[in-house]
């Protein structure tokens, strides 16, 4: 039903689960918990430097595969 409503934005079925166990004990914050360890993603000199090092195939593979992740992603949400 939640996806009939919200579509492509809605939440999949383990997030509302897990959102509705965290209102169920009483919480009230919707921010996310802290994570440990280092983040996802990582924008330093080091890693600027090698990406400029790269051909433009290899840029342009990496823009492709990184695409096909993502759709793979959304196609799973559907």
Not at 47 to 73: F, G, H, V, Y
Request: proline fraction near 4%; glycine fraction near 2%.
């Amino acid at each position: 039903m939640l996806r009939e409503v919200y579509g492509n934005e809605c939440l999949s079925r383990t997030q509302v689960f897990e959102w509705f166990k965290r209102f169920k004990e009483e919480r009230e914050t919707t921010e996310d918990d802290p994570r440990l360890g280092r983040p996802s993603t990582s924008k330093t000199d080091e890693n600027i430097e090698k990406i400029e090092l790269l051909t433009p195939d290899q840029k342009e593979s990496r823009m492709n595969i990184c695409a096909d992740i993502l759709n793979n992603i959304d196609d799973d949400y559907l």
